[in-house]
Structures are given as C-alpha cells and as structure tokens.
C-alpha cells in the first residue's frame, strides 16, 4: 500500500509564498501522474496542477504564471511551489498520486491527507 504524507501548508499574508510538499511512501510502486487540488467547504474539489510521468504540467487559469508544480522521481516527492499568493487561494490542498504497485502488481491511485493553505488579506 501506498501512504501520501503532505507538508508545507499554513497561514500567510496576500503576496506571499508557500512550498507544499507530498511524499509517497510504502510498497514499491512507481509513481505516473500527480495532481494537486484544493477545496473548500460546501465546494467540489479542483484540480490547481498536474504533472505527468514525463513531466508535462497542466495549470488552472486561475493560478497559471503563480503556482509551480514539480517532482522527484528520486524522492517520490512532489511540491507545489505558490507565489503571490491570493486570499481566494485559501483552502484545503490535497496531492493525488496514480501509479503502479509492483508489490500488488496493480495500478492504485492515492489522495493525501489534506493540508490547510490560509491567505490573509
């Protein structure tokens, strides 16, 4: 099995930069794409950015030229890098990972724990 433990988050004032950061640990697996979304009460939960195995990333509007998504194939680790960070970026962020467990020989796919990202205005 595969257990996704995410950092990183807090509370910060408009401006402002946060890393969140997601590493996978466990069975042997291999990781292929990952996202991060976010959510907030009573609102569905949506992608902010992907990355594929290849590393093509793809962005929401809302966050593209901000929000840097990257990975460590070598860590199984995946980051967020946020600059300029809004009040309306404020909510939960989750990291979700798809890949291959070589343990179970299956595919799985993994959502974190959920990190608490606060801008202040």
């Known amino acids: 099995q595969v257990q996704l433990v995410e950092s990183g988050g807090g509370l910060v004032q408009a401006g402002g930069s946060l890393r969140l950061s997601c590493v996978a640990s466990?069975?042997?697996?291999?990781?292929?794409?990952v996202g991060w979304y976010r959510q907030n009460p009573g609102k569905r939960r949506d992608l902010v950015a992907a990355?594929?195995?290849?590393?093509?990333?793809n962005y929401a509007d809302s966050v593209k030229g901000r929000f840097t998504i990257s990975r460590d194939n070598s860590k199984n680790t995946v980051s967020l890098q946020m600059d300029s960070l809004k009040p309306e970026d404020t909510a939960v962020y989750y990291c979700?990972?798809?890949?291959?467990?070589?343990?179970?020989?299956?595919?799985?796919?993994?959502w974190g724990q959920g990190i608490q990202v606060t801008v202040s205005s």
């Open positions: 466990g069975s042997r697996f291999a990781i292929d794409s």
């Open positions: 990355i594929t195995a290849a590393g093509d990333t």
């Open positions: 979700n990972v798809n890949g291959f467990n070589r343990d179970y020989d299956e595919f799985f796919e993994e």
